[in-house]
């Protein structure tokens, strides 16, 4: 299980792009009017608008399993760690989107909230990275989940950014400790 946390000002383009695959599969919501994609997306920057002064209101986290756990990665129990999930990164009392993808050869689901909780209060994002990779550790623990086998398996043509740098240098430190 591996959780990659994205803020962003627009509702638009991420759910957009998490209902527009063909076989996109609403999980669980909260908070939304599920008529359509425009009154899901209008009823996120409705609440937005609590709180004018948080320029990104929009969360998005993909979490992404390992092909070894697809046979048993149900709707259910899917729904029910992207829930579990939530509420130990302290995404509570806000509106939130679970959608499953069966697009790739991992199973994953993505979960879009709004960072601007009920009472237009602003969700704390303070060391969530950190806190991602700590709760995707208990939960892999909990439920025993496949853990990665190293970097040797990464797609590097999908890496970006900081994530691409960070591989180089794994593959230049470790071609170069042998010698």
């Keep these: 299980?591996?959780?990659?946390?994205?803020?962003?000002?627009?509702?638009?383009?991420?759910?957009?792009?998490?209902?527009?695959?063909?076989?996109?599969?609403?999980l669980a919501t909260e908070g939304v009017l599920e008529t359509d994609t425009k009154s899901i997306i209008n009823s996120f920057y409705m609440q937005s608008l609590l709180n004018p002064k948080r320029s990104k209101c929009g969360g998005h986290i993909p979490l992404a399993y390992s092909p070894d756990d697809k046979q048993w990665m149900t709707d259910q129990l899917m729904e029910n760690l992207a829930k579990e999930y939530m509420k130990k990164m302290g995404i509570e009392n806000t509106q939130y989107l679970i959608v499953r993808h069966n697009n790739t050869s991992h199973p994953h689901c993505h979960i879009v909230f709004n960072l601007v909780n009920n009472d237009g209060n602003t969700i704390s994002d303070k060391n969530d990275h950190y806190r991602n990779e700590k709760v995707c550790k208990q939960l892999k623990d909990k439920y025993n989940l496949t853990y990665g086998r190293g970097k040797e398996n990464v797609n590097v043509e999908k890496l970006k950014g900081a994530e691409q740098t960070k591989y180089e240098i794994y593959h230049t430190i470790k071609s170069t400790l042998p010698k």
Excluded: P
């Design 1 to 26: 299980m591996i959780g990659k946390i994205v803020k962003g000002r627009s509702f638009k383009g991420c759910i957009s792009y998490v209902l527009g695959d063909k076989d996109a599969k609403i």
